[in-house]
């Protein structure tokens, strides 16, 4: 089945990734690139989630599909979520591993985003960072947003960041706003473009910060998008 076969190549890329990595600060805060682009990755979620309402988010459901080793929930926690209420799930049990060792307090689990373990209608809040890009089967791609649209509650969001191009990487595939559109029919949507080309900011962080953000505010050189993703009852 295509289906098995990608989460087949998925597990095989992350522990090829995990090789090709070790040892390497690419993805470190003291990296000064990787630190530009996540902080300002982190202004843009915390705009949005105040522009949407979900501020503060110590008394929000919240589940991030796709946790890996847990940087994205490390940062939530730093936002104000409540430990009880912060949620997690991952297809790799050795990247969910890691998770749990730097937050043994939270309810992290292994799972296939197809098929969440938990009842409809129970998170406010349900997050994907850079995981759809990582499926290549456009059937998975329809189940994995199935299963996070049944468990968002009504009046409730979905928040996605995702990339729409990414040209040297094989095992990815972007995903454009018409395919996010496709993948949450009939939901309101609301999609930002973000996060300036790693590259470019590569090649100048080393010369300005600043031109680096302002490049940032045109938009033209930026790879990403993050989208607030209503259900509409």
């Given at each position: 089945?295509?289906?098995?076969?990608?989460?087949?190549?998925?597990r095989?890329?992350y522990?090829?990734r995990?090789?090709?990595?070790a040892g390497?600060?690419?993805y470190?805060?003291?990296n000064?690139p990787?630190?530009?682009t996540?902080?300002?990755r982190?202004r843009?979620?915390?705009g949005?989630l105040?522009?949407?309402g979900l501020?503060?988010?110590n008394?929000r459901?919240?589940l991030?599909v796709?946790?890996?080793a847990?940087?994205?929930?490390?940062?939530?926690?730093?936002?104000?979520?409540h430990?009880?209420r912060?949620?997690?799930?991952d297809?790799?049990?050795?990247?969910?591993a890691?998770?749990?060792i730097?937050?043994?307090?939270?309810a992290?689990?292994?799972?296939?985003?197809?098929?969440l373990p938990?009842i409809?209608?129970t998170?406010?809040?349900?997050?994907?960072s850079?995981?759809?890009?990582s499926i290549?089967?456009d059937a998975?791609k329809?189940?994995?947003?199935?299963e996070m649209?049944?468990v968002?509650?009504?009046g409730?969001?979905?928040?996605?960041?995702?990339f729409?191009?990414n040209?040297t990487n094989?095992?990815?595939?972007?995903i454009?706003?018409a395919e996010?559109?496709?993948?949450?029919?009939?939901?309101?949507i609301?999609l930002y473009?973000v996060t300036?080309a790693?590259p470019?900011?590569?090649?100048l962080?080393?010369v300005?910060w600043i031109?680096?953000?302002?490049?940032?505010?045109?938009?033209?050189?930026?790879?990403h998008y993050?989208?607030?993703?209503h259900?509409?009852?």
């Amino acid at each position: 089945m295509p289906e098995v076969t990608d989460l087949v190549r998925l597990r095989a890329e992350y522990s090829d990734r995990e090789r090709r990595l070790a040892g390497s600060d690419r993805y470190s805060l003291f990296n000064l690139p990787n630190l530009f682009t996540i902080q300002q990755r982190q202004r843009a979620i915390l705009g949005l989630l105040r522009l949407e309402g979900l501020y503060p988010l110590n008394e929000r459901q919240i589940l991030e599909v796709g946790c890996g080793a847990g940087g994205v929930l490390l940062e939530y926690l730093s936002y104000g979520a409540h430990p009880a209420r912060l949620l997690g799930c991952d297809l790799l049990p050795k990247r969910l591993a890691e998770a749990q060792i730097l937050m043994p307090h939270l309810a992290l689990v292994n799972a296939d985003g197809q098929n969440l373990p938990y009842i409809a209608q129970t998170f406010d809040l349900v997050i994907q960072s850079t995981v759809f890009s990582s499926i290549l089967d456009d059937a998975v791609k329809r189940n994995v947003a199935d299963e996070m649209l049944r468990v968002c509650k009504p009046g409730g969001m979905i928040l996605w960041y995702d990339f729409w191009l990414n040209p040297t990487n094989r095992q990815t595939r972007g995903i454009r706003p018409a395919e996010i559109r496709r993948l949450f029919p009939g939901c309101c949507i609301r999609l930002y473009k973000v996060t300036l080309a790693p590259p470019l900011v590569r090649r100048l962080i080393g010369v300005s910060w600043i031109v680096c953000a302002l490049l940032e505010k045109i938009k033209v050189f930026n790879t990403h998008y993050l989208a607030a993703i209503h259900p509409v009852d």
